[in-house]
């Protein structure tokens, strides 16, 4: 079924205004989504009507917002195909998930002095820093599986790089930088034979098309409620319960604690135990509101969505003459993520004049140094869709695109 986009796009009130009095050409989901009324609309009632601490009281306000609190676990839950609730960790995004997991794995000794992680040249600095920190500290050492020219992953020497001294291994479902959908099955494959367990970066991936963590396989699996249509400042652990079990607390403080003495403390059990705090109550209830919307959409309508978008922005991009696109020049295993070089103008000046037309585009590294490295680049200008992208944009894009070279020749 194909998407009514111009519907839509009515939900999002921030895709109706101007920028330097033109329409807004919104090309950045893959830093941040856009959210629908219906997100603003709940998050606006909890504060209104409901907001209390979780977990802490008998009274009714407390009551009700344990309940949406709780509520939203289960949406999550349910979104991911889940297993149990209680695999479901709040945190503050991917980023904090996946330290959460890398501090976790070092404080209980799963990885030690000798060990090996692994990684991606393909990864987002999040998944690629907190690894580093933890070869560093436990005296692992950190390997990583290289790129192919054409933007996907080099499996070809997978059973060397992946082998018995791996203990963990972690990587991108969907590249942010290139777009590149990574095959899961044979990485899981190889890491579980050796007894690594796999931890899936899915930052892009379940905000696009469906995901189920059990037909992935993966151990754990981090995501972001700011990329899939909710608010900033609440993002998703999941993990297997046993794999959870097995870890400790990645904070101390209150809510995470079974017993406190003066001689010592027990903790709750997972997903509480990671927990500490006060959470984002009101980013949870938005979250769940998205995921509602979400799933009234369709995730296979999305992904069919932007499947089509990116077959018609390639083409279309790569007629504009000096254009180089990184990654895979074909819509096959490729999300909306589009990242390029345009003749030899920095990103930071294409950026700022397709910002003139009322085209907003993300400039720089993407937070992916080493494959900017890997092909050569300083910089990239990258456009990136949702299911509120239209090729009306894409060809606002194009046309921007042609304006930008003429206005550096002119000059």
Same mark, same amino acid.
């Given at each position: 079924?194909?998407?009514? #986009?111009?519907?839509? !796009?009515? *939900?999002?009130?921030? /895709?109706?205004?101007? =920028?330097?009095? @033109?329409?807004? +050409?919104?090309?950045?989901?893959?830093?941040?989504?856009?959210?629908?009324?219906?997100?603003?609309?709940?998050?606006?009632?909890?504060?209104?009507?409901?907001?209390?601490?979780?977990?802490?009281?008998?009274?009714?306000?407390?009551?009700?917002?344990?309940?949406?609190?709780?509520?939203?676990?289960?949406?999550?839950?349910?979104?991911?195909?889940?297993?149990?609730?209680?695999?479901?960790?709040?945190?503050?995004?991917?980023?904090?998930?996946?330290?959460?997991?890398?501090?976790?794995?070092?404080?209980?000794?799963?990885?030690?002095?000798?060990?090996?992680?692994?990684?991606?040249?393909?990864?987002?600095?999040?998944?690629?820093?907190?690894?580093?920190?933890?070869?560093?500290?436990?005296?692992?050492?950190?390997?990583?599986?290289?790129? #192919?020219?054409?933007? !996907?992953? *080099?499996?070809?020497? /997978?059973?060397?790089? =992946?082998?018995? @001294?791996?203990? +963990?291994?972690?990587?991108?479902h969907q590249s942010n930088i290139l777009g590149t959908v990574n095959p899961v099955a044979p990485i899981v494959a190889r890491a579980h034979e050796v007894g690594a367990l796999v931890c899936l970066d899915a930052s892009q991936s379940v905000p696009h098309s469906p995901v189920d963590v059990r037909d992935l396989g993966v151990d754990l699996m981090a995501f972001t409620g700011h990329k899939m249509l909710g608010p900033t400042g609440i993002g998703v652990l999941w993990g297997r319960r046993a794999v959870l079990d097995a870890l400790p607390p990645f904070l101390g403080g209150g809510e995470m604690i079974e017993t406190v003495t003066m001689a010592g403390s027990t903790y709750a059990e997972a997903p509480h135990k990671f927990e500490a705090g006060t959470p984002n109550i009101a980013e949870a209830v938005?979250?769940?509101?998205?995921?509602?919307?979400?799933?009234?959409?369709?995730?296979?309508?999305?992904?069919?969505?932007?499947?089509?978008?990116?077959?018609?922005?390639?083409?279309?991009?790569?007629?504009?003459?000096?254009?180089?696109?990184?990654?895979?020049?074909?819509?096959?295993?490729?999300?909306?993520?589009?990242?390029?070089?345009?003749?030899?103008?920095?990103?930071?000046?294409?950026?700022?004049?397709?910002?003139?037309?009322?085209?907003?585009?993300?400039?720089?590294?993407?937070?992916?140094?080493?494959?900017?490295?890997?092909?050569?680049?300083?910089?990239?200008?990258?456009?990136?869709?949702?299911?509120?992208?239209?090729?009306?944009?894409?060809?606002?894009?194009?046309?921007?695109?042609?304006?930008?070279?003429?206005?550096?020749?002119?000059?």
């Amino acid at each position: 079924m194909t998407l009514d #986009t111009a519907r839509l !796009r009515k *939900d999002f009130p921030i /895709l109706s205004r101007e =920028v330097h009095g @033109r329409p807004l +050409v919104y090309l950045d989901s893959a830093a941040s989504s856009q959210r629908p009324q219906a997100v603003l609309d709940a998050m606006t009632e909890y504060y209104e009507r409901h907001h209390a601490n979780v977990h802490r009281g008998i009274y009714v306000l407390a009551e009700e917002a344990t309940a949406l609190y709780e509520g939203a676990r289960d949406s999550v839950a349910s979104f991911v195909n889940a297993y149990d609730r209680s695999e479901v960790v709040f945190t503050k995004n991917s980023t904090e998930a996946l330290n959460l997991v890398a501090r976790s794995l070092g404080d209980s000794g799963r990885v030690k002095a000798g060990d090996e992680i692994v990684v991606t040249e393909m990864e987002h600095h999040s998944n690629i820093v907190p690894w580093q920190q933890l070869a560093q500290r436990t005296g692992a050492t950190l390997r990583w599986l290289g790129l #192919t020219d054409d933007g !996907r992953l *080099d499996l070809s020497d /997978l059973d060397d790089v =992946v082998t018995e @001294r791996t203990r +963990v291994v972690s990587f991108v479902h969907q590249s942010n930088i290139l777009g590149t959908v990574n095959p899961v099955a044979p990485i899981v494959a190889r890491a579980h034979e050796v007894g690594a367990l796999v931890c899936l970066d899915a930052s892009q991936s379940v905000p696009h098309s469906p995901v189920d963590v059990r037909d992935l396989g993966v151990d754990l699996m981090a995501f972001t409620g700011h990329k899939m249509l909710g608010p900033t400042g609440i993002g998703v652990l999941w993990g297997r319960r046993a794999v959870l079990d097995a870890l400790p607390p990645f904070l101390g403080g209150g809510e995470m604690i079974e017993t406190v003495t003066m001689a010592g403390s027990t903790y709750a059990e997972a997903p509480h135990k990671f927990e500490a705090g006060t959470p984002n109550i009101a980013e949870a209830v938005g979250l769940a509101a998205a995921i509602e919307y979400l799933n009234d959409v369709g995730m296979a309508e999305v992904k069919a969505h932007e499947e089509a978008l990116v077959a018609y922005a390639l083409p279309a991009l790569e007629s504009v003459a000096g254009l180089r696109i990184l990654g895979p020049r074909t819509p096959d295993a490729r999300g909306g993520a589009i990242s390029f070089a345009l003749a030899d103008l920095h990103p930071h000046d294409v950026g700022q004049v397709l910002d003139e037309l009322g085209i907003a585009v993300r400039v720089g590294q993407h937070c992916a140094a080493p494959v900017c490295a890997r092909y050569g680049v300083p910089a990239t200008t990258r456009a990136s869709f949702h299911l509120y992208t239209t090729t009306d944009e894409v060809d606002a894009l194009v046309a921007g695109l042609e304006h930008v070279k003429r206005f550096f020749r002119a000059a």
